[in-house]
């Protein structure tokens, strides 16, 4: 298989940075984006022994993506005991949260970088049978290198933005080539599956894995803890936010003039519970992360802990859905609060769920919010009205119990990929 200009060119200067990447990957741990222990899996060093036998590799970039992945592992686990299950994802976000919800023996590991040495030596040592990536994710080398050893590969619940289409349509042999290594490429709605076909891509029907899922997990004692804290107090939970869309949050808050309403903030990023309690000024505010109680006298609870949204949709009475207030983001996954049954308010900015999102506005489930003053009116409104609150839980948690049959999709999908 020989390799368009473009690629030899990625390669190869891919190949001369590759020296560089210790200083770089050094740096982001500074910065607090890398793990210093794990470095090595970066550079395609496993720290694990690969298990004998047939070995199914699953890849997922950040939370999101690595989230969609569980039912899948789950299913692959009860299906196909004797396989072994490797998933990567690149964020030390998601690697947190999947060490704690990953099934007893599934494997996880960074993504290499996509560098010709990173990636030989990732593949040397896992061998996979086949590959299984989720949504964007187009590494050039690593999908090339996969495919000339004859692993096969699949792209499900794939995502691709017009910009990424219109960048991969001015090297229109790479991309021909990178897509044509995947045996099975399922988009996740049409608008991409279009994309994808005007790249020369072959595509199945549509899958999006996001859908896919049971409640999450919640701790009940816990969770009656802190319904006692709160007391008579309604709560609401802005969830998932990124920087920026906490002051449109903490502002449309400020503008509604809720009397008894605890505000709840659990950033994407907990790490950033420091600076979120920084723009709290006027709240008596209270960290989760920094063992701070929350009382009757919190009036904002900072919740900057990991693998918690269960429980924090659990004690909340509206859920203030984040990463669609400003361009860029795209919105993040509304059924994980529709399936705990909470109304959903969220940004204009959606297009990473943009099918769920339309679904759940349709059925009066969720309400869009364009800035600060018109989600303080929609929390006034469903202050004043409860029971409109209320209504709009049960229709998400009605659409949500409809969308399950998407695991047996991918299962479907996939089996004719499965090592025999």
């Known amino acids: 298989m020989r390799r368009p200009l473009s690629l030899q060119l990625y390669a190869a200067a891919l190949g001369l940075l590759e020296p560089l990447a210790g200083p770089l990957l ?29 070995l199914v590799w699953l890849h997922g970039v950040s939370v999101g993506e690595s989230m969609s992945l569980l039912p899948l592992v789950s299913a692959l686990k009860a299906r196909r005991p004797e396989l072994a299950l490797l998933v990567t994802s690149g964020t030390r976000t998601s690697a947190e949260l999947l060490a704690k919800r990953l099934p007893a023996q599934v494997i996880h590991q960074y993504i290499p970088l996509d560098a010709p040495g990173a990636v030989r030596r990732f593949l040397d040592h ?199 207030f400003l361009p860029g983001i795209g919105g993040h996954n509304p059924l994980e609060p529709a399936r705990l049954e909470k109304p959903i308010l969220t940004g204009p900015h959606t297009f990473n769920a943009a099918s769920l999102y339309a679904d759940l506005f349709a059925q009066a489930a969720a309400i869009e919010a364009a800035d600060s003053t018109n989600l303080a009116r929609h929390l006034r409104g469903l202050d004043t009205y409860p029971h409109i609150g209320r209504r709009m839980g049960e229709a998400a948690l009605a659409y949500a119990d409809r969308q399950g049959g998407a695991l047996d999709q991918a299962m479907a999908l996939l089996e004719p990929l499965l090592p025999a």
């Not at 899922?213 to 936010?241: F, H």
């Open 26 to 54: 050094a740096r982001r741990v500074k910065a607090g984006k890398e793990d210093a222990a794990r470095l090595g899996e970066r550079l395609g060093h496993a720290n694990v022994t690969r298990p004998e036998g047939r």
């Open 126 to 324: 896992w061998e996979p049978d086949l590959g299984v990536l989720v949504e964007s994710e187009l590494w050039p080398n690593l999908i090339l290198g996969a495919h000339e050893r004859r692993v096969k590969l699949a792209l499900l619940s794939a995502r691709m933005t017009e910009g990424s289409a219109q960048g991969w349509a001015k090297v229109p042999a790479a991309a021909k080539l990178v897509l044509d290594a995947f045996d099975l490429i399922a988009p996740q709605e049409t608008e991409t599956q279009m994309r994808l076909k005007r790249l020369g891509a072959r595509t199945s029907q549509l899958l999006n894995l996001k859908t896919v899922g049971e409640a999450l997990p919640v701790d009940a004692a816990e969770l009656a803890r802190l319904k006692t804290a709160v007391g008579d107090r309604r709560v609401v939970l802005a969830a998932n936010t990124h920087p920026g869309e906490d002051e449109i949050v903490i502002e449309g808050f400020r503008q509604a003039e809720l009397a008894d309403t605890l505000l709840v903030i659990a950033p994407r990023h907990p790490g950033r519970g420091e600076a979120i309690a920084g723009l709290l000024a006027g709240f008596e505010v209270a960290r989760r992360a920094a063992g701070e109680p929350l009382t009757a006298k919190t009036t904002a609870y900072v919740a900057d802990t990991l693998g918690e949204m269960g429980l924090l949709y659990s004690l909340a009475d509206v859920v203030v859905m984040g990463g669609g």
